[in-house]
């Protein structure tokens, strides 16, 4: 089976998550980051789970999960420590057409959870279609290293280049000529080793632009 990739935007969704162990942390604390609606549903809970529950105004149920806790949710995490239970929980989904992801069963799981790499507003996703997270994992620390924070500063950058030079450039092609002599040019490195006076003077040669302009809401004088 193939999976599809995906982003998908789960903001103020209704996300519960069956299990209240480490494996249901991790979901959770992803959720958190995506701004779900989230409801934990087991009969014991770990510390670290009530704890981002009281901060993050989650509701937690301690008790077993029930089919009909599914009404009116968009996805699902079955995270218990029950095979059975957690096949059951796929099932309830699979007949209310609810998105579904089960920890221990990827063929019972509608979506897998890639392994990720993030810097900023930079999301590198690596996934292995469910055949091994080891594998995820052990790739997602090697290039953990090749990705710091200067490709977060590159992403603002552009994302704010881009809104100016729409506005300033009507061809498109002029426009991705600049973009593409930017990307090709020293700035990353010059970032990366925080020489932001020879990152500044190329993003200006290039684009016309100063650098401090590009990284803040102020105009540049």
Not at 3 to 15: F, G, H, Q, T
Not at 105 to 127: A, K, R, V
């Amino acid at each position: 089976m193939k999976y599809y990739p995906i982003n998908l935007n789960i903001k103020d969704k209704k996300c519960l998550v069956a299990g209240g162990g480490f494996v249901a942390l991790r979901k959770v604390i992803r959720l958190v980051e995506c701004e779900a609606s989230i409801r934990i549903i087991s009969p014991e809970i770990i510390s670290q789970l009530v704890e981002i529950a009281k901060k993050e105004t989650i509701e937690l149920l301690y008790r077993k999960i029930r089919s009909d806790d599914l009404h009116d949710a968009f996805m699902i995490f079955a995270a218990t420590n029950d095979t059975d239970v957690n096949k059951s929980i796929s099932q309830w989904a699979l007949n209310r057409n609810i998105l579904c992801n089960n920890a221990d069963q990827p063929d019972e799981s509608d979506f897998t959870l890639p392994s990720i790499i993030e810097q900023g507003d930079l999301h590198i996703t690596i996934s292995t279609n469910g055949k091994s997270p080891a594998l995820s994992k052990y790739l997602r620390k090697r290039l953990q290293n090749e990705f710091g924070q200067e490709y977060a500063t590159l992403l603002g950058m552009m994302g704010k280049l881009r809104k100016i030079l729409t506005d300033e450039i009507s061809c498109q092609t002029d426009r991705q000529r600049i973009y593409h002599s930017l990307l090709d040019s020293s700035i990353l490195h010059s970032l990366k080793m925080n020489d932001f006076i020879t990152a500044s003077n190329t993003c200006e040669e290039l684009t016309g632009h100063c650098l401090d302009e590009l990284l803040s809401t102020q105009d540049c004088s």
